[in-house]
C-alpha cells in the first residue's frame, strides 16, 4: 500500500523496447525483493537486493536504501514478461521484520 | 526440488465451513511465511514460523484463524467459520536463514484460492 508505492500500475509495451519499474518506499527498507505474477499466478523470484544493483539477462535492479527507492529495468521486453511485477520491501516493525509489498505493476508486451 | 508446494490448488466452501489449507516448504528451508493476495487489499502478510516455531502472527485476524507447524515438512493455516471475506488466494512461501537478523530470498508456492459461498 502507501509505504510502498509502485510506479506505474499499468504499462503496455511493444516487444523490443526498453521500459522501468519504480518503488518509493516510506519505511526503512533493509532488502528489496521483486517478483514477476505470471498469468497462472505464480509468483516467480527475479531478484533479492541489498542495497546495490544486481543483473541477469534481460533484467536488471537497483535498490538505494538511502534514496529510499528500487527500481527494475527490462531490456527487449518479450511476450513472456507479460504478467504483474511486485516489489516487496523488508522493514522492522513492532512485531518483528516484515516484507511488505507494493500493489504491483501490470506489464503488457505486444508483439 | 519441487518447490514450495500448496494443497489444494483450489477450496470452495460454504459460510460457517471449516477450512484447511497445507504448505510443504523447500527441503532444508527454516523460515515458513504465510500472506494473503486480494484484488482489494493486494499481498497481505500472514504469519511466519521459524524453525516451526511461531515467531510473528501479527497479520492474522485474532478469531477464526490459526496456523500451525507441526514438523519442518509442512504448515497449516485453518479458518474456522469460513466468511466470503475469507475469499483470497492464501500463498506460502519458505526461505533460509537470513544473515544479519534480515529475511532472505523467499519463494513461493502456487496458492490455493479460496472461494467461500
Known amino acids: 500500500g502507501d509505504k510502498v508505492k509502485q510506479s506505474p500500475s499499468a504499462l503496455s509495451l511493444q516487444e523490443g523496447t526498453n521500459s522501468a519499474l519504480r518503488c518509493n518506499f516510506s519505511i526503512a527498507a533493509t532488502t528489496v525483493q521483486w517478483f514477476l505474477q505470471n498469468p497462472r499466478g505464480s509468483l516467480i523470484n527475479l531478484f533479492y537486493?541489498?542495497?546495490g544493483t544486481k543483473e541477469n539477462g534481460r533484467l536488471k535492479s537497483a535498490f538505494d536504501s538511502k534514496e529510499s527507492y528500487s527500481t527494475l529495468h527490462i531490456r527487449d521486453a518479450q511476450l513472456e514478461d507479460s504478467g504483474t511485477y511486485f516489489c516487496a520491501a523488508e522493514a522492522y516493525g513492532s512485531s518483528g521484520n516484515k516484507l511488505i509489498f507494493g500493489i504491483g505493476t501490470l506489464l503488457s508486451v505486444k508483439p | 526440488n519441487a518447490g514450495v508446494i500448496q494443497t489444494p490448488r483450489h477450496k470452495v466452501t460454504g459460510k460457517g465451513q471449516e477450512a484447511t489449507l497445507w504448505c510443504e516448504p523447500i527441503?532444508?528451508?527454516?523460515?515458513v511465511f504465510w500472506y494473503r493476495q486480494t484484488i482489494v487489499q493486494g499481498l497481505e502478510f500472514l504469519t511466519y514460523f521459524r524453525n516451526q516455531a511461531p515467531i510473528d502472527d501479527s497479520g492474522m485476524p485474532k478469531e477464526r484463524f490459526s496456523a500451525q507447524m507441526p514438523n519442518q515438512s509442512h504448515s497449516t493455516l485453518k479458518i474456522q467459520s469460513t466468511q466470503p471475506q475469507d475469499s483470497a488466494v492464501y500463498l506460502c512461501a519458505s526461505s533460509l536463514d537470513g544473515l544479519g537478523g534480515r529475511y532472505a530470498e523467499q519463494f513461493f508456492g502456487p496458492g490455493t484460492r479460496l472461494t467461500v459461498l
Open positions: 537486493l541489498v542495497p
Open positions: 527441503s532444508g528451508h527454516s523460515a
